[in-house]
């Protein structure tokens, strides 16, 4: 065998191992979390931690562009860190993957409405429900920048009864019902 040859293998199985062991490390970065916050522990991670794991992710989506989990992954940790234009871009390289993830179009929302784009934001929150009907998360937030961000009340009343149609006991659905007595109480449009 050639020498190039040789070196050629060795480098591409270390590359291999090294970036296996990174994604394992990424997947299960939460468990840990997961897991001590099912103890009682906080589980809250160090900006050190983040640091780190974004710097790990980078260098994945870096030799594995189409990697749609580490772009989630990267997404979530500048969302968590308050990154939020990078949060958008690595959303948005995600989405350019799978263009119908409810999850990762809300989040991006969320983070176009950080940014005072609302009619981004609503666009994401839209797209994400039409993609899945059932997606609370983008329910409750359309309601939010009708109601909060855009002032009109009577367009996040639809959303937040249908939230509240499918879920009525949780957290957010006390915060649904919250938004739904002030909107109740929103002086009705003036008619021209």
């Known amino acids: 065998m050639k020498k190039e040859t040789v070196l050629f293998t060795v480098v591409a199985l270390i590359v291999g191992l090294l970036g296996g062991y990174l994604i394992f490390s990424i997947s299960n970065a939460g468990k840990g979390s ?4 099912a103890n009682g522990s906080e589980g ?12 790990q992710a980078e ?13 989630i992954s990267l997404g979530n940790d500048y969302f968590d860190t308050e990154q939020v234009p990078k949060a958008i871009n690595a959303y948005g390289k995600a989405l350019e993957l799978d263009p119908n993830n409810s999850n990762v179009l809300t989040d991006q929302g969320v983070m176009y409405r950080k940014m005072g784009w609302y009619d981004k934001a609503l666009a994401n929150f839209m797209k994400a429900n039409k993609v899945n009907p059932k997606h609370l998360p983008s329910l409750f937030n359309i309601a939010m920048v009708y109601q909060v961000d855009m002032k009109q009340p009577e367009k996040a009343l639809p959303y937040l009864q249908e939230y509240l149609k499918q879920d009525s006991t949780s957290q957010t ?14 002086p009705a449009p003036k008619m021209k």
Not at 34 to 37: F, S
Not at 44 to 55: F, Q
Not at 59 to 71: G, L, R, S, T
Request: hydrophobic residues 45%; positive net charge; glycine residues 2%.
């Open 34 to 37: 997961q897991q001590a916050a």
């Open 44 to 55: 809250v991670m160090s900006p050190n931690d983040y640091t780190l794991r974004i710097a």
């Open 59 to 71: 260098k994945i989506v870096a030799a594995e562009p189409k990697n749609i989990n580490v772009w």
């Open 173 to 186: 659905a006390q915060q649904a019902k919250e938004l739904l007595e002030q909107a109740g109480k929103a």
